[in-house]
Nanobody, 123 residues
């Protein structure tokens, strides 16, 4: 049974940093592409960043480029999202998801999701 567990969310002031973790069990993470997504109240879930399974290629949306970094540690079966210079508009529930094959930010292509972790950016 595949399980993804996110952690690391919380309340942070604008300009602050958080590192989200996503620990996977029930699968060997190195064979999967990973995506980080977020959903703000009243809005659709959107892709934030993704990383490929082997080569470690990454992609992030323009609004977080230069501030967010996605990474993975296959030995620990864990993915990360380092978030710097956080802004109030980054407030959302953040989810990780995995899929075999190529990386993408399309939510409908992912079958396995974590339960989410809340990130609130406020002074």
């Amino acid at each position: 049974q595949v399980q993804l567990v996110e952690s690391g969310g919380g309340l942070v002031q604008p300009g602050g940093s958080l590192r989200l973790s996503c620990v996977a069990s029930g699968l060997t993470l190195e064979y999967y592409a990973i995506g980080w997504f977020r959903q703000a109240p009243g809005k659709d879930r959107e892709g934030v960043a993704c990383i490929s399974s082997r080569a470690g290629r990454t992609h992030a949306i323009d609004r977080v480029q230069g501030r967010f970094t996605i990474s993975r540690d296959n030995a620990k079966n864990t993915a990360y999202l380092q978030m710097n210079n956080l802004k109030p508009e980054d407030t959302a529930v953040y989810y990780c998801a995995v899929k075999p094959g190529t990386m993408t930010l399309n939510t409908y292509e992912y079958d396995n999701w974590g339960q989410g972790t809340q990130v609130t950016v406020s002074s």
